[in-house]
T-cell receptor
Framework: AQSVTQLGSHVSVSEGALVLLRCNYS??????LFWYVQYPNQGLQLLLK??????LVKGINGFEAEFKKSETSFHLTKPSAHMSDAAEYFC?????????????FGTGTRLTIIP | DGGITQSPKYLFRKEGQNVTLSCEQN?????MYWYRQDPGQGLRLIYY???????QKGDIAEGYSVSREKKESFPLTVTSAQKNPTAFYLC????????????FGSGTRLTVV
């Protein structure tokens, strides 16, 4: 069984500061990992994903995440926060490579940007 | 452009009524999913379908029903047996056998009045 833990249901950072959203996963097979962003009353939009290959993954809007197998982590970062980054962020895991087509989501982290 | 469309965006239901939420995709995706989202609880899987005429229960299927008669469509019915239906409902789809992740619709907010 897979699971995802997102540490911190709410994170606040100042505009221009580093954004760090934490995600730890549990999976019995090599995982596929995803970060999604959700703006109010909208669906989820894919930010970035890790399947295989390079462990540092770059996504849209200046976000990136690093897959660390030894730490079972996939933390999301952005060097400089912008007001438009205020949203809810979800980490997800799947063993898609092994025939399982379901994603398991974390409970989300709401990011607030302080002007 | 291809995408996934949910309708309506807002829906109001009276106690004891069944309501159906629509989900249509033109992405030629095989798999489709329904999630329920409540504040602080993340996304919980209701039903999913990986092929036409077949679907499986997710973690919270009680009080819900689905059908998959066409590849493009995966409607969700919220029945009167669902005691707390007020929530935001999200439909998603993906191409099976790939690491592409899900494509989401924009959601339907259901409120019991």
């Amino acid at each position: 069984a897979q699971s995802v833990t997102q540490l911190g249901s709410h994170v606040s950072v100042s505009e221009g500061a580093l954004v760090l959203l934490r995600c730890n996963y549990s999976s019995s097979v090599p995982p596929y990992l995803f970060w999604y962003v959700q703006y109010p009353n909208q669906g989820l939009q894919l930010l970035l994903k890790y399947t295989t290959g390079a462990t540092l993954v770059k996504g849209i809007n200046g976000f990136e995440a690093e897959f660390k197998k030894s730490e079972t982590s996939f933390h999301l970062t952005k060097p400089s926060a912008h007001m438009s980054d205020a949203a809810e962020y979800f980490c997800a895991v799947s063993d898609l490579g092994f025939g399982n087509e379901k994603l398991t989501f974390g409970t989300g982290t709401r990011l607030t940007i302080i002007p | 452009d291809g995408g996934i469309t949910q309708s309506p965006k807002y829906l109001f239901r009276k106690e004891g009524q069944n309501v159906t939420l629509s989900c249509e995709q033109n992405l030629n995706h095989d798999a489709m999913y329904w999630y329920r989202q409540d504040p602080g609880q993340g996304l919980r899987l209701i039903y999913y379908s990986q092929i036409v005429n077949d679907f499986q229960k997710g973690d919270i299927a009680e009080g819900y029903s689905v059908s998959r008669e066409k590849k493009e469509s995966f409607p969700l019915t919220v029945t009167s047996a669902q005691k707390n239906p007020t929530a935001f409902y999200l439909c998603a789809s993906k191409k099976t056998g790939t690491g592409a992740g899900y494509t989401f619709g924009s959601g339907t907010r259901l409120t019991v009045v």
